[in-house]
């Protein structure tokens, strides 16, 4: 089992922000493939995330005047939405060690929820053709990815008791026949802080990585 950082962000961090953090991990492994993979885990402040080449007729509102900040990023998929509540995991890994498979990688993501969901009691599935994971047909986790010669950004958000509202004002990823659910919609006492160490077990057991904190000089720039 290798090493790998894990950062954590206690309070909500602006999109924008975190996206400078994956930048930031992602040019060391760039610089070094060699070095340690790293993960963020994290909650957004209230925003809205467009994929590279999204559609804006998913936007229900104008997006020169959204209701919460929109970032167009250079991940695959279509707009979500995130605020706290929201367990967002940034792996920012060297693919070349874990398979060198971009459609594998996203399969394993879905697993680390899967996992999970497991062991909460609860069945979480896949839906033949599309990114995610659903319980009883509504979308609980969203896998969007993106990378650069191997080294992987962005990854997945799982809802748990983020408020959905935000989610009604856009086609969630694309998918206008699928509702979007939150686990503590199956598991009322369930809450974000509760799952975070859950999430990153059932991520470290998956892709083998054995997780611990940064070290100075390893801070993150504005952290």
């Not at 590279?52 to 209701?67: I, S, T, V």
């Not at 929201?86 to 899967?114: F, S, T």
Request: charged share 20%; net charge neutral; hydrophobic share 40%.
């Amino acid at each position: 089992m290798a090493d790998a950082i894990c950062f954590q962000a206690q309070r909500p961090v602006p999109f924008p922000l975190a996206w400078r953090w994956q930048q930031q991990l992602q040019g060391r492994l760039l610089a070094a493939p060699e070095g340690l993979d790293a993960v963020l885990l994290l909650e957004h402040e209230p925003c809205y995330t467009l994929g590279r080449g999204a559609d804006e007729r998913f936007l229900g509102f104008d997006p020169e005047d959204p209701p919460a900040p929109l970032h167009r990023i250079d991940r695959g998929g279509e707009v979500t939405f995130h605020a706290p509540g929201q367990l967002v995991l940034y792996p920012v890994l060297n693919l070349q060690r874990h398979g060198a498979d971009l459609h594998g990688y996203m399969r394993q993501l879905e697993a680390v929820v899967i996992d999970l969901l497991a062991e909460l009691g609860l069945r979480g599935e896949r839906i033949d053709g599309l990114t995610g994971v659903w319980l009883e047909g509504r979308k609980v986790a969203a896998i969007g990815v993106g990378g650069r010669r191997w080294i992987s950004q962005h990854g997945l958000a799982l809802n748990v008791d983020v408020a959905l509202e935000g989610f009604g004002r856009v086609v969630p990823c694309g998918i206008a026949d699928r509702p979007v659910g939150r686990l503590q919609d199956w598991r009322p006492e369930l809450c974000s802080a509760a799952l975070r160490q859950p999430l990153l077990e059932a991520f470290s057991r998956r892709f083998g990585l054995r997780l611990r904190p940064p070290q100075p000089p390893e801070a993150l720039q504005g952290w």
